[in-house]
């Protein structure tokens, strides 16, 4: 029987991941393969969790649906802040990614969804909430 990937295993594979129309988000395919210590925070425990068995040398495809890849997109987790609260409040632009500093000392991602002259809307949902998503796989070697 040949070896397959564990909890903590160290891989070198190529992989995909892709909205669900494969819309593409990134890809080692065509370039160089990925190495990657399971259990380390370098993947999504989501996508970790797909890897899990798979033998090497087999090119997988998962598709995942919102709920089970990165969740649904929680309202609740929009929050609209004064501008002046931000950081650098004068190059705030949609679409970017601001760092929030928590009171324990843990930092945490917001992303502007909208923005007017006085306040912005932040998102801190995960960019893939609410998305369906293409994983596609190939485990090279299980080291």
């Given amino acids: ?17 892709a909205l669900a129309d ?3 988000l990134v890809s080692t395919f065509g370039g160089k393969p990925a190495t990657l210590q399971l259990g380390s925070g370098e993947l999504a425990p989501v996508l970790e969790r797909c ?6 040398g087999q090119r997988t495809v998962f598709l995942l649906e919102a709920e089970q890849a990165f969740g649904p997109h ?3 987790l929009m929050q609209r802040f ?6 650098n409040p004068g190059e705030l632009r949609e679409m970017a990614l601001i760092e929030f500093k928590a009171p324990g000392g843990a930092a945490y991602t917001g992303l502007v969804r909208e923005l007017s002259e006085t306040e912005a809307l932040i998102d801190f949902n995960h960019p893939l909430a609410g998305k369906a998503i293409r994983f ?8």
Avoid at 82 to 87: G, H, N, S, V, Y
Wanted: glycine share 2%.
């Fill in 51 to 56: 890897l899990i068995d798979l033998p090497a």
């Fill in 1 to 17: 029987m040949s070896e397959v990937v564990a909890e903590n295993s160290l891989l070198t594979l190529h992989y995909r991941l």
């Fill in 82 to 87: 004064a501008r002046e609260e931000l950081p």
């Fill in 136 to 143: 596609e796989v190939d485990v090279i070697g299980i080291l």
């Fill in 22 to 24: 494969d819309t593409e």
């Fill in 74 to 76: 929680n309202p609740q």
